[in-house]
């Protein structure tokens, strides 16, 4: 079944400077990659997604990549604030009704 | 807009008991995810129903059980509970596009 592999587990980062989340998936038959949000106690949130047939996403200060060559998919954050302090998950999914296979996510500490 | 919404938001059980987690998902979506998340764990999938049909089926114990009804709202039936149960119980929902959106979630705590 699909795995996939999320790096780091752990990510501080200046306020003001990016932040880049890296994942791979290992089933190519992939379509489509979320990417969610969740503090502390509360809701995975979605932030942002791509599909396979798109290599970047933009969305205010969130991209995200995708090389479904190399089966990699990257979360990028500029301008970091103090409410992007979170866990962040990046996700794959097989096709529409399949189930969320998630990393296993990434903290995210913002530093004033 | 209409979120998922889930109940109870809290729950305390005792070990040996039942209980019934509800979700209602967003106005027109047809899927029916189930997801469980132990601390600092990711979400687990548990189960999934596509127009009140049983769909996938992930990790959900034996002890477990779910359906959809014909409103397309969920509930989970958590039976024998064990202390390895408390977590935190997402529902989430699909409609025609691929995205999940989660509802708020339940916590369930097992004593």
């Known amino acids: 079944g699909e795995n996939v592999e999320q790096h780091p587990s752990t990510l501080s980062v200046q306020e003001g400077d990016s932040a880049v989340i890296k994942c791979t998936y290992s089933?190519?038959?992939?379509?489509?990659f979320p990417w969610y949000k969740q503090e502390l106690g509360k809701r995975p949130q979605l932030i942002i997604d791509?599909?396979?047939?798109?290599g970047e996403k933009k969305d205010q200060r969130i991209a995200v990549t995708l090389n479904k060559t190399a089966k990699h998919f990257s979360l990028h954050i500029t301008e970091t604030q103090p409410e992007d302090s979170a866990v962040y998950f990046c996700?794959?999914?097989?096709?529409?009704?399949?189930?969320?296979?998630f990393g296993k996510g990434t903290r995210l500490h913002i530093l004033p | 807009a209409a979120g998922v919404i889930q109940s109870p938001r809290h729950l305390i059980k005792e070990k040996r008991e039942t209980a019934t987690l509800k979700c209602y998902p967003i106005?027109?979506?047809?899927?029916v995810y189930w997801y469980q998340q132990g601390p600092g764990q990711d979400p687990q999938f548990l189960i999934s129903?596509?127009?009140?049909?049983?769909?996938d089926k992930g990790s959900i114990p034996d002890r477990f059980s779910a359906q959809q009804f014909s409103d397309y709202h969920s509930e989970l039936n958590m039976s024998s509970l064990e202390l390895g149960d408390s977590a935190l119980y997402f529902c989430a929902s699909s409609g025609l596009g691929m995205a999940q959106y989660f509802g708020p979630g339940t916590r369930l705590l097992v004593l």
């Open positions: 996700a794959a999914i097989l096709n529409r009704d399949d189930k969320i296979i």
């Open positions: 089933d190519s038959a992939s379509n489509y």
């Open positions: 106005p027109r979506h047809d899927t």
């Open positions: 129903f596509y127009e009140k049909m049983q769909s």
């Open positions: 791509i599909r396979s047939n798109v």
